[in-house]
């Protein structure tokens, strides 16, 4: 019996794991994509994938001691933390203040997801540089 | 695979554990949020409207943790009650999923070994001055970390035995020894322990298993090659093993407890002496013990019988062995072995009642006290020695009528901390040995002069760049500093310290008892045996050159630039000396 090549075997580990962070960057990208102080080009429901999938892009990467996982994980809390800062901004802004989501509002809100979408980027070109250095 | 960053272990299993939990806690919370904000529900009027995010989030955070406000901020509809029921139901499963993810953690033997760990190499390293590693916390182990502990000095405790390691936190010490409950043999349990640490002084292996102390020796050896080791081993053939490791220094406890009973019997007064510089307590330079001559009988022919039989032979001494199993005795002439269990019987066939002396040296304790009780019984006047094996039996032994109480432990653990702490002193102890009583003799006198009745106290003084900077910068100026000037009394140059000096090393050689008059070099190392404040007294001086300077020549120069300058002009107009 031959010993499968490993580079042949698909690890379904890594293909969730991939999914959910490359998820995290395109759903990122189409909530910013728009005019950035228009609230019509920004919806909520996209918003609220954007802030569950990168929690959960998070919560795959803990754990892992390599020196990778520990940058890799970097990067999804400063995703985080910057999308928890946008959802504060927008509910104080409907909730608290009662100003809606007047330009300037929408254009805070829409910035702050920006820096997280900087950061999944990075996410996404490390975890891209680490597959192909692995040269398999 | 990427190699492992330094992420330590306990973060790293603390973030493996969440995991699943934190994914499980998201996934949740994302249905229970989306199908809150998706369902049809009415607004104050009655208009149809969605719950916004912040509502269903906020909803979700009073429900999930079963807290319960009711329907707000509007009252529901049926189709929300719906997803409410959901909601429940599976958040409050998520959020008793995770709490018990965590206190199975905090349970999980691996994670409580691993916090264990860390919390120890933290200890290690906090330890900012030099330590020793003792590996072993048994009998002997004890008594070396307290003797370590009485001389001001630190160390590191690792021990197989969870018990041990409970009672060494009961200790108490009065600095902090961190103590693991670990395989000493391990490297990394010595690595966590600091073997590679340059303030690591020494790896003391004393543990019960020879072979583990001597895997221990050659994992510290490999480790650090500069370490010094200390390797209990009991066994002829590991011992010559150590031979080749190199620079190991063995210690044979049943070999140096021998050593030590011959001397209790031969020269009393070296005994006394060498006690009483351990430190024993009772012990004065006062009393010596004086055992009497004659046929003396031991009970108990297991290996520390074979080498008290040997060291007493040695000196001539008749000797008759009781023991029920006569392994190795079986080329010892009839008249010398008694075969049995040592009983009224047997001691009776040995000559008790003309005997000089017994040794009750078997490795039960309760079988040593029961033979001194049954020799005390048929002969009042004999010379009692006895072995106790166990440490915690010692208010049984001192209540006991014994002339001598032998603890194989305590002798080991005194030869070690000598070893550590005073290397010079047991080459002294040999001379003396050597030599003739006159001079054993001078030695108990000056120091009973010198140190009245306070308790004596071992140092090493360095004559080094760092140890003694005032000496190199008197010896560059052309002065001649002698051990007497080291010695001399700040508040009054004629006096001396409470301190004798007892040997002085010196370019590879040993100086034993040196003369006051006798000049240092530099790398000297001298051992003196005084008080505590006069160790004090003498490194001060020897860290201040205007105070040593008074010392050696008896005139204080003046300090400041000025000052100086008026001094240097003085000499020309009334020629007072400023050196000798």
Redesign the interface.
């Given at each position: 019996m031959q010993i499968a090549d490993r580079s042949t075997v698909m690890n379904i580990e890594k293909v969730i794991f991939g999914f959910f962070i490359i998820l995290a960057l395109t759903l990122n990208f189409g909530f910013v994509m728009g005019e950035i102080s228009d609230p019509e080009h920004h919806n909520?429901?996209e918003f609220?994938a954007v802030i569950?999938v990168n929690?959960?892009a998070?919560?795959?990467k803990?754990?892992d001691?390599?020196?990778?996982?520990?940058l890799l994980l970097a990067t999804s809390l400063v995703a985080v933390l910057q999308l928890i800062s946008a959802a504060v901004v927008w509910?104080v802004a409907?909730?608290v203040t009662q100003t809606g989501l007047s330009p300037g509002v929408t254009a805070s809100i829409v910035s702050l997801a920006g820096g997280a979408l900087l950061a999944n980027i990075v996410s996404v070109v490390m975890l891209v540089a680490?597959t192909l250095m692995s040269g398999r | 695979m990427a190699k492992t960053s330094d992420l330590d272990r306990v973060t790293a299993i603390v973030l493996r554990f969440m995991r699943a939990p934190i994914l499980v806690l998201v996934a949740v919370y994302a249905i229970a949020l989306i199908g809150m904000v998706l369902m049809p529900g009415r607004d104050a009027a009655g208009n149809p409207a969605h719950m916004s995010f912040f509502h269903a989030f906020y909803f979700l955070t009073y429900t999930a943790t079963t807290t319960g406000f009711g329907e707000l901020p509007h009252p529901f509809t049926d189709a929300q009650r719906v997803w409410a029921i959901i909601c429940l139901y599976i958040s409050v499963v998520a959020w008793l999923y995770a709490v018990a993810s965590i206190i199975g953690l905090v349970r999980n033997p691996h994670f409580i070994q691993a916090v264990a760990e860390r919390r120890f190499a933290r200890g290690v390293r906090r330890i900012a001055e030099p330590f020793f590693i003792v590996c072993g916390f048994g009998d002997t182990g004890s008594l070396l970390t307290r003797g370590l502990d009485d001389a001001g000095r630190s160390a590191v405790v690792i021990d197989r035995d969870p018990e041990r390691i409970k009672a060494l936190a009961l200790r108490d010490y009065r600095k902090t020894v961190p103590g693991l409950c670990a395989d000493a043999s391990a490297p990394s349990h010595l690595i966590a322990a600091g073997v590679k640490s340059p303030r690591c002084e020494a790896v003391v292996a004393l543990t019960q298993d020879d072979e583990i102390n001597v895997k221990i020796a050659v994992m510290a050896r490999l480790l650090n090659p500069s370490v010094r080791v200390v390797c209990l081993s009991t066994s002829l053939l590991r011992g010559e093993y150590l031979e080749t490791i190199g620079s190991v220094d063995k210690v044979n406890p049943f070999d140096t407890f021998a050593k030590w009973l011959s001397t209790a019997l031969y020269a009393p007064l070296l005994h006394t002496l060498t006690d009483w510089l351990s430190g024993a307590r009772g012990v004065t330079l006062h009393n010596p013990l004086c055992p009497p001559m004659g046929t003396w009988i031991l009970c108990g022919y297991g290996r520390m019988g074979q080498r008290l039989r040997k060291s007493l032979r040695a000196h001539g001494v008749h000797t008759v062995i009781i023991d029920p199993d006569m392994e190795g005795a079986e080329d010892l002439p009839d008249e010398e072995k008694v075969l049995g269990y040592t009983n009224r019987e047997t001691l009776r066939a040995a000559g008790i009642e003309q005997a000089a002396g017994v040794v009750a040296a078997t490795d039960s304790d309760s079988d040593n006290l029961g033979i001194m009780l049954t020799a005390r019984s048929l002969n009042r006047k004999v010379c009692i020695i006895v072995r106790q094996n166990h440490h915690e039996n010692q208010l049984a032994f001192n209540a006991a009528d014994a002339d001598l109480i032998m603890q194989p432990s305590l002798v080991t653990a005194r030869s070690i901390l000598f070893l550590l702490l005073s290397p010079l002193i047991q080459p002294f102890l040999d001379y003396l040995r050597q030599h003739h009583a006159t001079l054993l003799v001078d030695v108990i006198r000056e120091l009973r002069e010198t140190l009245a009745d306070s308790p004596p106290y071992l140092w090493t003084t360095w004559i080094t760049e760092a140890h003694a900077p005032a000496v190199a910068m008197l010896q560059a100026q052309g002065h001649v500093i002698t051990v007497q000037d080291i010695m001399r009394d700040p508040l009054d140059r004629e006096r001396r310290l409470a301190c004798v000096p007892l040997a002085l090393q010196q370019g590879g050689n040993t100086i034993m008892k040196p003369e006051y008059k006798k000049d240092l070099r530099p790398g000297d190392e001298i051992l003196f045996c005084g008080t505590p404040h006069a160790q004090r007294v003498m490194d001060a001086a020897l860290n201040n050159r205007y105070t040593l300077q008074y010392l050696v020549t008896g005139l204080q120069e003046p300090r400041g630039y000025l000052m100086r300058r008026l001094a240097h002009r003085r000499p020309q107009r009334d020629a007072v000396p400023l050196q000798r």
């Open positions: 909520v429901y609220f569950v929690f959960i998070m919560g795959l803990l754990g001691r390599s020196q990778i996982g520990a509910t409907v909730h680490d | -």
